[in-house]
């Protein structure tokens, strides 16, 4: 038998159950409902749903079928008209059986009372001693290593002892079946100190255009938290909430792909479980914002990258923790490293948690489908993902909304990461800082050689009419100068603190210019007057006519 597509809604007098049998025989089909259970058959679909409210036979049901779609509407009457009955969009629980309601023993002992005579007299059989012997070997050391568990609620064990080398790259924790939880923590704290790029981070809070135009994105459930917070003064119930996250064909399919379970959790479980939630809704909100919504082949590498929870087996305290943990991987391994999208992902989580549990199951299925794509990623669907979804499902809407308080309370600072990123912004504004009085000098420096050319080109006339001068001495076998005054200046400068080079040498350095050079040292006393004053000030003082 299949199960066919369906859907339910609902007003305040009647529930009203949508399914799709695109091939089923119409002059057969079968419906029966009482009370919350409700069935129907139509070979070769089979539906049986455990309604989250009475339903009654009472005259007024009805029913219709659509054969161009394939599709049976049933209207059927609520016991107590206006009833609300909550979770119709939660598909899994609504496929499971109702639970057994009794008081009867669940396992009993049969035939106790014929015991016969015989029974005891096998009791009093001599032994065997001839059975097979195995000789006693003692336990090695690794044997008496208890297991350590991970996966949804720490329910696994022995997981990777045959996988460890097929799945190495999803995990970054080595032989997780006997790594305590403790020494887990530890291999985590010092991969990630060692994994901290300083020159990436401070290349990202410098030239922050990419990371500003990723925080302006607005994901889905930004418009449905607005939308919430709107209607929050007139109506309080969760399930008007719900209503503002539908599920896509895609979705509903997912939830009835699942198969409904029970899960026996302590109080310690059932704590952890709740905890790793935020952690795996922390990494999703990330991935979802820098990738404004569209999955790419890296989409799950960062989402299993940035949670503790996927790739360490993290156990969780308390939100602190991990808050910083968070923290601490995004400025370590994403290409966006900065504290701005730590705080953004928190706020988002915090918004699909007040969504209630429609939101986080929309996000834990996005979750799925993007592991499922991921050839190496698929084993965290089994260990995690898909218990999520049918655990969800089944959560206290109030215990999410006093999650997201938690979170709220919880604040996170740069200097708890552990990084010493303030010491490291410090550090860096002060170079850039010194790099910018370095500068300023340095083209003040210039707008005086600049002048320099210019009170120079006024005795180009000059320079021309004593050519023949200089050429005339040269010949004569006087020594060869050079543009001497340029060059003199340029080193004087260089002496006084700024970074002017000498002057460079043209082809004519080596014709002797005496008269261009008296001329530069009657020049040179009133660049030494007002050079030291420039070079107090950290700048020289600007050239005056």
């Given at each position: 038998?299949?199960?066919p597509?369906?859907?339910l809604?609902?007003d305040p007098d009647?529930?009203?159950?949508?399914?799709?049998?695109?091939?089923a025989?119409v002059?057969?089909?079968?419906?029966?409902?009482?009370?919350?259970d409700?069935r129907?058959?139509a070979?070769?679909?089979f539906?049986?749903?455990?309604?989250?409210?009475?339903?009654?036979?009472?005259?007024?049901?009805r029913?219709?079928?659509?054969?161009d779609?394939?599709?049976f509407?049933?209207?059927l009457?609520k016991e107590?008209?206006g009833q609300?009955?909550?979770?119709?969009?939660m598909?899994?629980?609504?496929?499971?059986?109702?639970?057994c309601?009794?008081?009867?023993r669940?396992?009993?002992?049969?035939g106790?009372?014929?015991v016969s005579?015989?029974g005891?007299?096998d009791d009093?059989e001599e032994?065997?001693?001839?059975?097979?012997?195995?000789?006693?070997?003692e336990a090695s050391?690794?044997a008496?290593?208890p297991q350590c568990?991970?996966?949804?609620g720490d329910l696994r064990s022995?997981?990777?002892?045959?996988l460890q080398?097929?799945?190495?790259d999803?995990?970054d924790?080595?032989?997780?079946?006997?790594?305590?939880?403790?020494?887990?923590?530890?291999?985590r704290?010092?991969?990630?100190?060692?994994k901290?790029?300083?020159?990436?981070?401070?290349?990202d809070?410098?030239e922050?255009e990419a990371?500003e135009q990723?925080?302006?994105?607005?994901?889905?459930?930004?418009?449905?938290y607005?939308?919430?917070?709107?209607s929050?003064?007139k109506?309080q119930?969760q399930e008007t909430?719900?209503?503002?996250?539908p599920?896509?064909e895609?979705?509903?399919y997912?939830?009835?792909k699942?198969?409904?379970?029970s899960?026996l959790?302590?109080?310690?479980?059932?704590?952890?479980?709740?905890?790793?939630l935020?952690?795996?809704?922390l990494?999703?909100?990330?991935?979802?914002?820098v990738?404004?919504?569209e999955?790419?082949?890296?989409s799950?590498?960062?989402?299993r990258?940035l949670?503790p929870?996927?790739?360490w087996?993290e156990?969780?305290t308390?939100v602190?923790e991990?808050?910083?943990?968070?923290?601490?991987?995004?400025?370590?391994?994403?290409?966006h490293r900065?504290f701005?999208?730590?705080t953004k992902?928190?706020r988002?989580t915090?918004?699909?948690?007040?969504?209630g549990?429609?939101?986080?199951?929309?996000?834990?299925?996005?979750?799925?489908?993007v592991?499922q794509?991921?050839?190496p990623?698929?084993?965290?669907?089994d260990?995690?993902?898909?218990d999520y979804?049918?655990?969800?499902q089944k959560?206290?809407?109030r215990?999410?909304?006093?999650?997201?308080?938690?979170?709220?309370?919880a604040?996170?600072?740069k200097a708890?990461?552990g990084l010493?990123?303030d010491?490291?912004?410090?550090?860096?504004?002060?170079?850039q800082q010194?790099?910018?009085?370095r500068?300023?000098p340095?083209?003040?420096?210039?707008g005086v050689?600049?002048s320099?050319?210019t009170s120079s080109s006024e005795?180009?006339d000059?320079?021309?009419?004593l050519?023949?001068v200089?050429a005339?001495?040269?010949?004569?076998?006087?020594p060869?100068?050079?543009?001497?005054?340029?060059?003199?200046s340029?080193?004087?400068?260089g002496?006084?603190g700024?970074c002017?080079?000498?002057?460079?040498?043209?082809?004519?350095?080596?014709q002797?210019?005496?008269l261009?050079e008296?001329?530069?040292e009657?020049?040179?006393?009133?660049?030494?007057?007002s050079?030291?004053?420039g070079?107090?000030?950290g700048?020289?003082?600007p050239?005056?006519d």
């Amino acid at each position: 038998m299949l199960t066919p597509a369906f859907d339910l809604s609902q007003d305040p007098d009647f529930l009203t159950i949508a399914i799709r049998v695109p091939y089923a025989r119409v002059s057969e089909f079968d419906v029966y409902f009482e009370g919350v259970d409700f069935r129907f058959h139509a070979r070769p679909y089979f539906l049986r749903l455990t309604l989250p409210g009475r339903i009654v036979e009472n005259g007024s049901e009805r029913g219709s079928y659509d054969a161009d779609k394939g599709l049976f509407t049933i209207h059927l009457p609520k016991e107590t008209p206006g009833q609300h009955f909550e979770g119709l969009n939660m598909l899994t629980a609504l496929l499971a059986p109702r639970k057994c309601r009794t008081a009867k023993r669940l396992v009993e002992e049969i035939g106790t009372s014929e015991v016969s005579e015989e029974g005891a007299e096998d009791d009093d059989e001599e032994f065997d001693w001839a059975i097979e012997q195995v000789p006693c070997t003692e336990a090695s050391g690794s044997a008496l290593v208890p297991q350590c568990h991970y996966g949804f609620g720490d329910l696994r064990s022995g997981v990777f002892q045959r996988l460890q080398d097929e799945f190495s790259d999803v995990v970054d924790v080595k032989d997780p079946d006997f790594t305590p939880a403790a020494e887990r923590r530890q291999k985590r704290l010092a991969a990630e100190l060692a994994k901290f790029d300083p020159d990436h981070y401070l290349a990202d809070f410098f030239e922050d255009e990419a990371i500003e135009q990723v925080l302006k994105y607005h994901p889905w459930w930004t418009d449905a938290y607005s939308k919430m917070m709107a209607s929050l003064g007139k109506s309080q119930e969760q399930e008007t909430h719900a209503a503002l996250v539908p599920f896509s064909e895609e979705e509903k399919y997912q939830l009835r792909k699942f198969v409904n379970k029970s899960y026996l959790l302590d109080k310690r479980a059932h704590r952890q479980v709740y905890l790793s939630l935020i952690d795996i809704l922390l990494a999703y909100c990330y991935e979802t914002r820098v990738t404004e919504g569209e999955r790419n082949v890296e989409s799950a590498w960062n989402i299993r990258k940035l949670s503790p929870t996927l790739c360490w087996f993290e156990s969780w305290t308390n939100v602190h923790e991990i808050l910083v943990s968070f923290g601490r991987r995004v400025l370590c391994y994403p290409l966006h490293r900065h504290f701005k999208l730590v705080t953004k992902a928190c706020r988002d989580t915090m918004k699909i948690l007040h969504l209630g549990k429609s939101a986080v199951l929309k996000c834990l299925l996005d979750i799925h489908r993007v592991f499922q794509e991921s050839d190496p990623a698929y084993i965290l669907n089994d260990l995690y993902i898909s218990d999520y979804c049918v655990w969800i499902q089944k959560a206290k809407s109030r215990r999410l909304t006093a999650l997201a308080e938690a979170l709220r309370e919880a604040p996170l600072t740069k200097a708890q990461l552990g990084l010493e990123l303030d010491e490291l912004e410090a550090a860096a504004l002060l170079v850039q800082q010194e790099e910018a009085a370095r500068e300023a000098p340095g083209s003040e420096a210039g707008g005086v050689r600049e002048s320099d050319g210019t009170s120079s080109s006024e005795t180009e006339d000059a320079d021309s009419e004593l050519d023949g001068v200089g050429a005339r001495e040269s010949a004569a076998g006087g020594p060869p100068q050079g543009r001497r005054p340029e060059r003199s200046s340029a080193l004087l400068l260089g002496d006084r603190g700024l970074c002017g080079s000498p002057g460079p040498r043209g082809p004519a350095a080596g014709q002797g210019r005496p008269l261009i050079e008296e001329l530069g040292e009657q020049l040179t006393p009133a660049r030494r007057d007002s050079g030291p004053q420039g070079c107090a000030a950290g700048a020289p003082a600007p050239a005056t006519d």
